[in-house]
């Protein structure tokens, strides 16, 4: 009776040619992971690139510094949860710390160190644009010089010294993190993955004539809405003319910044715009004085929506931005702490949102079938203050 003792070699042959277990094993690694063991082998490059291509979910992060530290206070989790709602903001940073979801940092060296291990290794899927929100111009620079994503990848910095808001995962709320309360500086991210179906991103920094506009009358990829970033209203004369010559309104949002850093320099006003059938959006403004009526108006906005805003198949997702104007943030609201941001969450629960404290808005009401009339970048109803500019984009693979 012979017997056979497998060697080494022979299990790890086994198993590297098994398919649903290594499957099952590289499903387990990050996007960026992916991309270097795609070179063991030929077969392994096609099984990751199954992975990558069947990833539809999105990743977020949201990161605050403090060069002070943090200190804890005492409370259950329970209580904890109910700062968010209240005024009291040594108990609202607290619950932020102990939140796992969120990256904390003592030094501007250790965020930056915190944020390359994020995307080196948490990055679950390879996105086509990623948006990174921070209050700090120091960190601002810093950032803009590395080069997180692919470089078919769009990668924007912005900075707004008023504050920022991040959602940490789509289980929690947006946090806003005005600086003016908190004194300290945060960084939140946002990114739409390439596989949400046919679409793209076209990234047009309007004062370069080289800079790429989305084609108005491209019926393959129409232009369904566009996220305005500038450093001041001024200008915007080439961007108006290609606002007009689109045959009816687009969904419009943004916001006046500090910093805007695209492909390595500095810009100062540019158009983040989404392209293509498969992608369907909606822009809303927040004029009103009370959280009672922020509420009844985006409940309103939201029965309107020729997209379902909820729906939560694996083949459908929804990303929001919110532009809050600096000067509706706690104080606007008698000192109480998030008030916009709860409520967002609570109208929109399945959307992840990110976003900033602006120093002016951009942005107007337009869903389900906008009326017809031509709104210009000049247009005092384009061009906003005291206001709260939401967009909302849902990517749909199924159409």
């Known amino acids: 009776m012979s017997t056979y003792s497998a060697t080494s070699e022979d299990i790890l042959s086994r198993i590297s040619t098994n398919d649903l277990l290594v499957r099952t094993i590289l499903d387990n690694l990050s996007a960026r992971q992916l991309e270097d063991v795609k070179l063991v082998c030929h077969h392994w490059h096609k099984i990751i690139s199954s992975i990558i291509k069947n990833r539809v979910y999105f990743d977020t992060f949201h990161l605050i510094y403090d060069s002070k530290g943090f200190r ?25 710390v102990r939140m796992s979801e969120i990256y ?6 250790s965020a930056i160190t915190q944020l390359d291990q994020y995307f080196k290794q948490k990055l679950l899927s390879l996105p086509a644009l990623g948006v990174i929100f921070t209050s700090s111009i120091t960190l601002a620079r810093k950032i803009s010089v590395k080069t997180y994503l692919p470089l078919k990848s769009h990668q924007l910095i912005i900075c707004s010294q008023a504050g920022i808001v991040g959602q940490p995962s789509i289980r929690s709320r947006p946090i806003e993190l005005e600086k003016y309360h908190f004194k300290l500086d945060a960084i939140s991210g946002s990114f739409a993955a390439r596989n949400w179906g046919d679409y793209k991103v076209i990234i047009t920094d309007w004062k370069d004539e080289e800079s790429p506009e989305p084609d108005p009358n491209d019926a393959n990829y129409p232009v369904k809405c566009s996220i305005i970033l500038s450093i001041n209203f001024e200008g915007g004369d080439r961007f108006n003319s290609w ?4 045959e009816r309104p687009i969904p419009i949002g943004g916001a006046l910044v500090d910093k805007i850093f695209y492909k390595g320099k500095e810009v100062d006003m540019l158009t983040l715009s989404f392209v293509g059938k498969n992608v369907k959006a909606a822009s809303f403004v927040l004029d009103t004085r009370t959280s009672r009526e922020a509420e009844a108006k985006l409940t309103e906005l939201k029965s309107n929506l020729d997209f379902d805003v909820d729906d939560i198949n694996a083949d459908v997702k929804t990303i929001g931005f919110l532009f809050i104007c600096a000067g509706r943030g706690a104080e606007f609201y008698s000192g109480n702490l998030n008030v916009e941001s709860n409520i967002v969450h609570k109208i929109f629960p399945h959307v992840l949102f990110s976003g900033v404290f602006g120093n002016g808005e951009y942005g107007w009401n337009c869903f389900n079938q906008p009326d017809s009339k031509k709104l210009k970048f000049s247009d005092h109803d384009l061009a906003l203050s005291y206001t709260t ?6 990517f749909n693979r199924r159409r």
């Open 72 to 96: 804890m206070i005492g409370g259950d989790q329970e209580v904890l949860e109910r700062v968010l709602d209240g005024r009291d903001k040594r108990l609202f940073l607290s619950y932020l």
């Open 104 to 109: 904390k940092s003592d030094s501007e060296d």
């Open 243 to 246: 606002l007009n010559s689109n």
């Open 389 to 394: 500019a939401i967009v909302l984009v849902q």
